[in-house]
C-alpha cells in the first residue's frame, strides 16, 4: 500500500512564504502530484514532479527528492485566496498496465492570515 | 471549456435508500474516475473507466456500490442501499488518458445519509 505524511494545518501571514512538506511511502512511484482544493470546491491540479528538483510555475514552486521520498510545496508572496487546502498525491504504476494510479495524503489546511 | 459537471450538488436521505449520482466528463476525456472524500481526508479511488470498460474497481464496496459508464461519455454512481457511514463527498474527475499527469475535478456531490 501507499502512506503520505502532510501537517494537518498551517498558518502563515499574507505576502508571505510557506512550504507544506510531503512524505511518503511507496512502491511503484512515478511521481508527485500536488492539488489546491477550496472549502466546497473541485481540487484542482497545481504541480507535477516525476524527477527530483524544483519546478517553478508562478508563485508556486515544487520539490522532489525521489530519495528522501520527500517533497513539497512552496507558496509565495500569499494572498488571502490562497488559504485551502492542499494534498500531496503519490501517482504510482503498474507494470505493463500503462495506466497509473492517484493515492492522495490527508491534506494540509493552509489559512492565510491578514 | 466546459469542466466536470456533476449532480446533484447536495443529496440527503435515510439510511436503506438508494441513491445515485451523475458525471459528465470534460469532452475528449477517455479517462474518468469516482472518487469519496470523507471529511478531513483526501479523496480516495472507487473506481476508474477507461471509456465504456472499468479497468480498476477494486476499492468499490461492490455489496452496495454500483457505477456505469454507457457509451463511454457520462457516468453514474449508484449506491444501494445507503449506509450511515456513506456519508461523504463523491467526486468524478476526468483525464485525457490513463497516462495524463493531470486530473480534472468535477465540484462533488456532497451526500448526508441520516
Known amino acids: 500500500g501507499q502512506s503520505l505524511e502532510q501537517p494537518s494545518e498551517v498558518t502563515a501571514v499574507e505576502g508571505a512564504i510557506v512550504q507544506i512538506n510531503c512524505t511518503y511511502q511507496?512502491?511503484?512511484?512515478?511521481?508527485l502530484s500536488w492539488y489546491q482544493q477550496h472549502d466546497g470546491g473541485a481540487p484542482t491540479f497545481l504541480s507535477y514532479?516525476?524527477?527530483?528538483g524544483l519546478e517553478e510555475t508562478g508563485r508556486f514552486s515544487s520539490f522532489l527528492s525521489r530519495s528522501d521520498s520527500y517533497g513539497y510545496l512552496l507558496l509565495q508572496e500569499l494572498q488571502m485566496k490562497d488559504s485551502a487546502s492542499y494534498f500531496c498525491?503519490?501517482?504510482?504504476?503498474?507494470?505493463?498496465?500503462?495506466?497509473?494510479?492517484?493515492?492522495f495524503g490527508k491534506g494540509t489546511k493552509l489559512s492565510v492570515i491578514p | 471549456e466546459a469542466g466536470v459537471v456533476q449532480s446533484p450538488r447536495y443529496k440527503i436521505i435515510e439510511k436503506k435508500q438508494p441513491v445515485a449520482f451523475w458525471c459528465n466528463p470534460i469532452?475528449?476525456?477517455?479517462?474518468l474516475y469516482w472518487y469519496r472524500q470523507n471529511l478531513g481526508q483526501g479523496p480516495e479511488l472507487l473506481i476508474r473507466?477507461?471509456?465504456?470498460?472499468?479497468?480498476?474497481d477494486s476499492q468499490l464496496p461492490k455489496d452496495r456500490f454500483s457505477a456505469e459508464r454507457l457509451k463511454g461519455v457520462d457516468s453514474t454512481l449508484k449506491i444501494q442501499p445507503a449506509e450511515l457511514g456513506d456519508s461523504a463527498v463523491y467526486l468524478c474527475?476526468?483525464?485525457?488518458?490513463?497516462?495524463?499527469?493531470?486530473?480534472?475535478f468535477g465540484p462533488g456531490t456532497r451526500l448526508l445519509v441520516l
Open positions: 511507496t512502491s511503484g512511484f512515478y511521481g
Open positions: 473507466y477507461e471509456n465504456e470498460e472499468a479497468v480498476d
Open positions: 498525491a503519490v501517482r504510482v504504476g503498474y507494470s505493463g498496465a500503462g495506466s497509473y494510479q492517484l493515492t
Open positions: 474527475a476526468s483525464s485525457f488518458s490513463p497516462n495524463s499527469e493531470t486530473q480534472y
Open positions: 514532479n516525476a524527477l527530483d
Open positions: 469532452s475528449g476525456h477517455n479517462t
